[in-house]
């Protein structure tokens, strides 16, 4: 290293403090560097004096809005304000860490977090995709937790766009390729196609892991004099200015490819850490922690220093690199993947490098701990950064973007779908109902994702419960008493472009349900909110709008948001994305034995249909299919969801039911396929019952997308149980129909019969077809 | 030493009067599914034994699993560092000798079997490029190999199958060798999911006690847990199969 360090050094001109209180009027790359004259001018005022190069670098990609959250944070306030103590009960580590941690009890506590990799993904789909499932899952190691699964909701451009299968087999391969090679179980995600997202795909990932209590890591460096050390792959030049300047930027056909901006994964060497840090925390052998993503080394020095004492040294020389050309402000910048940075006792200095050699994972010790205030990075000895940790990273600046309702919204709104052009020739008849059925469960959004989810390794950790196509990925914890945990998440993009308060908390209704159709208690949230650039004051609006909605809803479904993360800057040219907030929902199972899946096995068993119907088709799948977007999203009331969602629970638990799928994209029409085609077992139902209760057709019956609804297949021992329980919580329940085993076919009165093979050829074929 | 088992603690084993056989589950960097063995034969009675590819003596299992994963990352063939690892060379060793000491190889132990020529032929990428996750019905050949011998012959079981390396490939005189000499244990039962010739998923060698395959048993040990049809519970022969051998036929 001496030798290196020796040639390297001599290749620049180092910019030190001292030379740059020497020389206020050099001229600094800062804006090439993402920032804006402003916060220059801040950076200036906060040290007295210029910043060196290396400061520069730290400062700008610390103070990115991929690192600040400096438009959101405003608003993002809420999720912790708006949090009642009951909330809180179950909550050992909230918003601010690397991720929120919820208590499971007998002990155990669960960590879960998703993120964005979307700038990544559309520049670099393989590359981008993956290194997203390694930096969550490295956020989830952070925490002291093993991690036992991902998830990955998706969105793309159209799916017939040449530029959509470029995307899609990148990411998909992208996330196959990494998830895989780690031992992770992939249970779920979405996908969702629409041409809003051709030049801006949302790839975001989920990870969940668990712990006992005792073992819950928090980034901070405490203790003057203990070492602090950089572990897993060596530091090269890729991923550099990744958060500031790939993912706080719109794309622009006039700027050069940002190719080097986008991390290059190495799963292997993930696997290799996760292992090696678990054996860390086993051994006690780190007093703190934390992965090196967004910002590289920029962000865990300050923020594990800021977090700690309040001071750390740091000889950049000792960073072990792959490309000995870099620079010092390239070093601190590096986005390079699979790193973790740790704190340790001297006394453990050894038992820590003997967890190292048994891994093969190369470390380097840069410096220790000090009570100074400063986080002092040297090269060669001589001083290149002299900062307050806390003014990189948690000082940066805050905007009040000003936020407008735009004033298209009006108008949108009262696009409504019914007698619109698109609704001509609605099908009436029962041929045209059935052939309605077959178009929608084909369609892009609503056909099979086995082509996906294929892919992926869902069995490994010999733990998973369920995973895709259930309405939510489950996990065992605890293999002597079956504890366990569901996820889920949910957006429609169409809705919130519709009403953002409102679509936004449709997200959380879904999840919600959904995780509570599989059997659990929702207990936690967390979100990845893709907006497009917070400097349009109506894409700021709709941020805004749905921060409020969300945090409203969070609050009177009793669920608290643990942690999440904000991407902005979706659009292309002065075209934003729908707005996107994508909502995880965690809940706990007691016992994982006594989840339900959504599809039918048992023949004879009652269908119930929970919950009532109204004619909601703005936003729908089936308006969507015609070519149609406006009016108002189904109406939102939370009160009747929590209701829905403990008499799902208490269903599931006391035995009552055997199947259970939530109604939401695609309504009744698209619930009553997927739970026939799950197991191959199809159903006779009669919804004449339903039309005159609710007071709508046949057409409005099956595609309505009416929420707080669920179908559910009830023993025929558990009716009268399952019924009264309904009757006496007030809850609307019919009886829409029975499970026929026999048939191969789904039997709908005043539909022509459809069998249930055309129907699995319908669902199963769309992707193929389209990606081979 | 990987910490086994993963979380919580064991469950409760189907046949526990086969306890006393000790059965080595081998973790190199890159393994995945090596807390999975370890469950299979925990539920199937036996005891699990870790041991780590650096270890350079097999101590005293009585049978060794080497489970599926990405050893090495399979950057380079899938399987092709991890033969060298100083443990390989005492399982080679140990199943050559007289004593042969049953091994099984899933997934990418298979490759790293075929890697150690303790079985011919080799893997290469799946036909149709992609890494595929299913529940796979394969077709039990031979049931007079030291894995396999709790299964009926031509008995058709469920098993996961995942992987991106998983087609069987081997000259044709190998071929007919092992058809010849009923060394293809498994057999593809449908479509073959990528490309195997002649639908070959699982052989053995010409003594019968190392078999590797490319589907999962170990996936399918525990109801509720593994593929839907059936309990979800056929792989669990493979486990009882090397015990009830070990243990003397006790059953």
């Not at chain 1, 809705?495 to 659990?520: F, I, M």
């Not at chain 1, 643990?562 to 016992?591: C, E, F, M, R, W």
């Not at chain 2, 039990?140 to 996961?160: H, L, M, Q």
């Amino acid at each position: 290293m001496t030798t290196s360090a020796e040639t390297v050094g001599k290749k620049f001109n180092i910019d030190t403090v001292e030379n740059a209180a020497k020389t206020p009027d050099t001229e600094l790359p800062w804006a090439e560097l993402g920032l804006k004259q402003n916060e220059f001018e801040e950076i200036i005022k906060v040290l007295g004096r210029r910043p060196t190069g290396a400061e520069l670098a730290m400062y700008s990609v610390m103070w990115s809005e991929h690192c600040s959250y400096k438009s959101s944070k405003n608003h993002l306030r809420q999720f912790g304000e708006k949090v009642t103590e009951e909330m809180k009960k179950d909550m050992l580590v909230g918003i601010g860490e690397n991720a929120g941690v919820t208590n499971l009890g007998d002990g155990w506590a669960v960590t879960f977090k998703i993120e964005s990799h979307n700038s990544p993904s559309f520049v670099e789909p393989y590359q981008g995709a993956a290194t997203g499932i390694g930096g969550i899952v490295r956020d989830i190691i952070s925490m002291g937790a093993r991690p036992v699964a991902v998830m990955d909701p998706l969105r793309f451009g159209a799916i017939d766009h040449p530029d959509t299968a470029r995307v899609m087999h990148g990411a998909v391969a992208g996330i196959g390729g990494y998830g895989n090679s780690l031992g992770l179980p992939n249970i779920g995600g979405e996908m969702v196609f629409d041409s809003v997202y051709q030049g801006n795909p949302l790839v975001n990932a989920l990870a969940v892991g668990v712990m006992r209590h005792e073992d819950i890591r928090l980034a901070n460096a405490s203790g003057k004099g203990n070492k602090v050390v950089l572990f897993g792959a060596r530091t090269g030049g890729d991923g550099i200015g990744g958060a500031s300047v790939l993912a706080s930027e719109s794309f622009d056909d006039t700027k050069p490819s940002k190719r080097p901006a986008v991390q290059v994964g190495d799963p292997f060497a993930e696997k290799v850490l996760i292992e090696c840090c678990l054996e860390l925390f086993k051994g006690s052998l780190v007093e703190g922690i934390q992965d090196l993503g967004a910002a590289g080394i920029s962000c865990a020095t300050s923020e594990l220093a800021s977090n700690g004492d309040g001071g750390m040294q740091v000889e950049l020389t000792s960073v072990l690199l792959r490309d000995p050309t870099l620079t010092p402000g390239e070093i601190l910048m590096s986005e390079s993947q699979e790193r973790m940075m740790a704190v340790v006792t001297p006394e453990n200095v050894a038992a820590f490098e003997a967890v190292m050699d048994k891994w093969a994972v190369e470390y380097s010790w840069l410096g220790e701990v000090t009570d100074t205030g400063r986080l002092i990075i040297t090269w060669e000895g001589e001083v290149i950064v002299d900062v307050d940790p806390r003014t990189v990273a948690h000082d940066g600046p805050v905007y009040d973007r000003p936020f407008a309702r735009p004033s298209w919204q009006d108008s949108v709104q009262a696009d409504t779908f019914t007698g619109s052009v698109q609704d001509a020739g609605r099908p009436a008849t029962s041929g045209e109902l059935a052939a309605a059925i077959t178009e929608l469960i084909a369609s892009p959004n609503m056909c099979s994702k086995a082509w996906i989810t294929n892919q992926y390794d869902r069995y490994v950790g010999g733990n998973t419960a369920m995973a895709f196509p259930d309405d939510a990925g489950v996990v065992r914890v605890d293999e002597e008493t079956g504890l366990g945990v569901a996820l889920a998440t949910d957006a429609n993009g169409r809705y919130t472009y519709l009403d953002p308060y409102h679509g936004a908390q449709l997200a959380l209704a879904e999840a919600y349900r959904n995780v509570a159709t599989s059997g659990a208690v929702p207990m936690a949230v967390s979100d990845c909110l893709n907006f497009g650039s917070p400097e349009d004051p109506e894409v700021m609006w709709q941020l805004a709008e749905a921060i409020r909605g969300l945090s409203d809803a969070c609050m009177e479904l009793g669920v608290p948001v643990t942690g999440g993360n904000v991407s902005l800057y979706n659009q292309t040219g002065t075209v934003p994305i729908h707005p996107s907030p994508v909502v995880a929902v965690l809940g706990k199972l007691d016992d994982v034995a006594r989840r339900t899946p959504s599809g039918w096995k048992e023949d004879g068993q009652a269908i119930y249909l929970l919950g009532t119907t109204a004619a909601e088709l703005d936003g729908s799948e089936w308006s969507n299919l015609r070519g149609h977007l406006g009016g108002l999203p189904p109406k939102v009331d939370l009160s009747i969801e929590r209701q829905l969602g403990e008499i799902l629970v208490n269903a599931s638990r006391d035995g009552m039911i055997d199947a259970a799928h939530d109604l939401s994209e695609g309504g009744l029409a698209a619930a009553l396929v997927e739970s026939a085609l799950r197991y191959g077992v199809g159903a006779r139902i009669a919804l004449d019952e339903l039309m005159e209760r609710d007071g709508v057709d046949l057409f409005t019956a099956l595609f309505s997308e009416s929420q707080g609804r669920a179908i559910v297949s009830v023993p025929r021992s558990e009716e009268i149980r399952f019924k009264d329980m309904c009757t006496a919580r007030g809850f609307a329940h019919l009886r829409i129909g029975v499970v026929d085993a026999a048939g191969g076919q789904l039997e709908i009165n005043g539909v022509d019969t459809l069998s249930l093979d055309a129907l699995s050829e319908a669902h199963e074929g769309t992707l193929p077809k389209y990606f081979g | 030493m990987t910490e086994l088992p993963l979380i919580g603690g064991a469950p409760v084993a189907v046949e526990p009067h086969l306890g006393g056989a000790k059965i080595g589950v081998v973790t190199f960097p890159g393994t995945l599914d090596d807390r999975d063995a370890a469950r299979a034969v925990r539920l199937a009675g036996g005891t699990a034994v870790a041991l780590w590819h650096g270890d350079t003596e097999l101590g005293d299992v009585d049978a060794v699993v080497i489970p599926g994963g990405f050893s090495y990352g399979d950057y380079l063939r899938a399987g092709a560092i991890s033969r060298f690892a100083p443990l390989m060379s005492r399982i080679i060793d140990a199943a050559n000798s007289d004593a042969k000491l049953p091994v099984l190889g899933i997934c990418n132990g298979f490759q790293i079997l075929t890697e150690s020529h303790l079985l011919p032929g080799s893997m290469i990428k799946n036909d149709h490029l992609k890494f595929l996750c299913r529940d796979q019905v394969l077709r039990v050949e031979n049931n007079k190999t030291f894995w396999t011998s709790d299964y009926r012959a031509g008995e058709e079981i469920t098993v996961p199958l995942k992987n991106q390396d998983g087609q069987y490939i081997a000259d044709e005189k190998t071929l007919d060798a092992l058809e010849a000499e009923g060394r293809v244990v498994f057999r593809y039962v449908g479509w073959n999911p990528n490309g195997s010739r002649r639908d070959i998923a699982g052989i053995s060698n010409a003594a019968g006690n190392v078999v590797g395959l490319m589907p999962h048993p170990e996936h399918a040990v525990e109801p509720g847990f593994g593929p839907e049809s059936n309990a979800g519970t056929d792989g669990l022969g493979f486990f009882t199969s090397v015990l009830n051998k070990i243990v003397g036929g006790a059953k």
